[in-house]
């Protein structure tokens, strides 16, 4: 199993919302990612989490909240979203740091309103 | 701070003939380089993978060669397809997390 899942595929929220992304593997890997891209632009990373812990955040507004619950779930937590904040958010994983193949996800199409 | 380039920013092609894709990068400390391929709307697949230490990689009608030295990366697609309509992404990585993200080129082969 290669796989990355995220779920939902499509999400569409008003600026007051909380809602939740989440992105699964079963790869046994143990660094994941969330990305952000916007059109016509290459991935944007936002957070990676290596063994559970946070271990880069890329300066991200504190509206977008990432949590590690195991080895195999990411979540990205949503809240007082901007319309700019609409994009394309992309999960992917290593197996360890360096080295290796990065495996990124379908991707969540996140709509603001 | 690593930049990564990729000429051209798009490409039109009949079916049939082979593509050349090329991405550069300015720090030749890398771990790896990597080509993605994104269709619209889509996630990122990755093509190959080739390790620091390596000169090329092959999977297929693709071919990925790597010059470290100079900074350098060429994906060749044999016999293209209209399939292979897509926008290709290199990608660097040059410390234990991050990859660092070319533009992409937007390939279009024409039937």
């Known amino acids: 199993d290669t796989e990355v899942t995220q779920t939902p595929k499509h999400l569409v929220m008003g600026m007051t919302n909380k809602k939740s992304l989440k992105c699964e593997q079963h790869?046994?890997?143990?660094?994941m990612y969330w990305y952000k891209q916007k059109a016509k632009k290459p991935p944007e990373l936002m957070f990676v989490?290596?063994?559970?812990?946070?271990?880069i955040n890329e300066s991200v507004p504190s509206r977008f909240s990432p949590e590690c619950p195991n080895s195999s779930l990411l979540n990205l937590h949503l809240h007082a979203l901007q319309p700019e904040d609409s994009a394309l958010y992309l999960c992917a994983s290593i197996r360890v740091a360096g080295g290796d193949e990065q495996f990124f996800g379908p991707g969540t199409r996140l709509t603001v309103l | 701070k690593q930049e990564v380039t990729q000429i051209p920013a798009a490409l039109s092609v009949p079916e049939g003939e082979n593509l050349v894709l090329n991405c550069s990068f300015t720090d030749s400390a890398i771990y790896n380089l990597q080509w993605f391929r994104q269709d619209p709307g889509k996630g990122l697949t990755s093509l190959l993978l080739?390790?620091?230490?390596?000169r090329e990689q092959t999977s297929g009608r693709l071919n990925a060669s790597l010059d470290k030295s100079s900074g350098r990366s060429t994906l060749y697609i044999a016999a293209s397809q209209p399939g292979d309509s897509a926008t290709y992404l290199c990608a660097v990585s040059s410390n234990d997390y991050k990859l660092s993200f070319g533009a992409g080129t937007t390939v279009t082969v024409r039937a």
């Open positions: 080739i390790q620091s230490s390596q």
């Open positions: 790869m046994g890997h143990r660094a």
């Open positions: 989490y290596s063994y559970e812990k946070l271990s």
